[in-house]
Nanobody, 122 residues
Framework: VQLQASGGGSVQTGGSLRLSCAAS????????MGWFRQVPGKEREFVAA????????YYSDSVKGRFDISRDNAKNTVYLLMNRLKPEDTAAYYCAATPRISSIHGDEYDSWGQGTQVTVSS
């Protein structure tokens, strides 16, 4: 599946952004979707994941309660709403697709979009 992420930008601490990831190719509705982030020099970090139907969501402890992942299977799009952003959220954010129902493990994803940069200033 091909993925195209968008919606990154620069915000101040406490602000919000919504990332979008449009998918094409493999049937989107049978792909678990996830968001990961990476800072240069550091390992990729799991952020959030959502199951095929959207009925199950998973979050890293660092974003739980602030971020919300959702999907619209009719539009082949997954979203990441990021609220109460902190400087430590600054990273390149990547969406990814897995043939599994859902996963929090990056190595179980087989399709990755290009990153979209999120910068949070204090």
């Amino acid at each position: 599946v091909q993925l195209q992420a968008s919606g990154g930008g620069s915000v101040q601490t406490g602000g919000s952004l919504r990332l979008s990831c449009a998918a094409s190719g493999r049937t989107f509705s049978t792909s678990g979707m996830g968001w990961f982030r990476q800072v240069p020099g550091k390992e990729r970090e799991f952020v959030a994941a959502i199951s095929w139907s959207g009925g199950r969501t998973y979050y890293s402890d660092s974003v739980k309660g602030r971020f919300d992942i959702s999907r619209d299977n009719a539009k082949n799009t997954v979203y990441l709403l990021m609220n109460r952003l902190k400087p430590e959220d600054t990273a390149a954010y990547y969406c990814a697709a897995t043939p599994r129902i859902s996963s929090i493990h990056g190595d179980e994803y087989d399709s990755w979009g290009q990153g979209t940069q999120v910068t949070v200033s204090s």
